[in-house]
């Protein structure tokens, strides 16, 4: 998919890896959804994983 963006293959790989960081924001929006996760309602949950899954694509 990165790929698709322009990405090269070895700059996924270091994102994977954790060896390039991301960028703050998105960096928040991950932040956001581990704790929505960890600590929302049900309701919370299926809507912040489903906007982390479907939002992207």
Same mark, same amino acid.
């Given at each position: 998919?990165?790929?698709?963006?322009?990405? =090269? +293959?070895?700059?996924?790989?270091?994102? !994977?890896?954790?060896? +390039?960081? %991301? &960028? +703050?924001? %998105?960096?928040?929006?991950?932040?956001?959804?581990?704790? %929505?996760?960890? =600590?929302?309602? &049900? !309701?919370? %949950?299926?809507?912040?994983?489903?906007?982390?899954?479907?939002?992207?694509?």
């Amino acid at each position: 998919m990165g790929e698709g963006f322009g990405m =090269k +293959r070895a700059e996924v790989i270091a994102f !994977a890896e954790g060896e +390039r960081p %991301v &960028l +703050r924001d %998105v960096q928040s929006l991950i932040d956001w959804i581990w704790f %929505v996760n960890a =600590k929302g309602s &049900l !309701a919370e %949950v299926v809507a912040a994983t489903r906007f982390a899954i479907e939002g992207v694509t």
